[in-house]
């Protein structure tokens, strides 16, 4: 069983934003790396954590049943093209959990090819242990 640590939370704790911990720092460099990043990464969190739909940026990557739950963070669109291929999943107390699982940068395609699809089925099949923040 993989693990996420979780980063960001709602204010009702309803929902929660996690980054697998084998990805950590190669998801949290990029995010990381300037402005530009830093700011879209916060904008599609709060999207998230705020229950809103905005599928230019966030979206399902439904390619067949096994991975139904697997989502991508769309960074720059038309440009670079990045994603964060993402887990959705819920915790027996309800929690909604979106764990950032793995960078892809440069998409080229404009569906699912076979550079990708193994990554998101992969994740599809993923089974996460949520590590929560401590509360202070």
Not at 33 to 62: A, M, P, R, S, W
């Amino acid at each position: 069983m993989k693990k996420a640590r979780e980063i960001l939370k709602s204010e009702d704790s309803k929902r929660i934003i996690c980054i697998d911990v084998d990805n950590w720092e190669e998801i949290f460099n990029y995010v990381n790396q300037d402005d530009k990043h830093k700011k879209k990464f916060k904008y599609i969190c709060n999207i998230i954590l705020e229950g809103h739909k905005n599928t230019d940026v966030y979206d399902k990557e439904d390619i067949d049943s096994s991975c139904k739950n697997v989502t991508a963070m769309k960074f720059f669109k038309g440009n670079s093209n990045d994603r964060i291929y993402c887990k959705e999943i819920s915790m027996e107390d309800k929690t909604f959990v979106v764990i950032a699982c793995k960078l892809f940068e440069k998409k080229k395609s404009q569906g699912n090819n076979k550079k990708n699809k193994p990554i998101i089925k992969n994740i599809g099949k993923s089974e996460y242990e949520i590590i929560r923040k401590e509360i202070k």
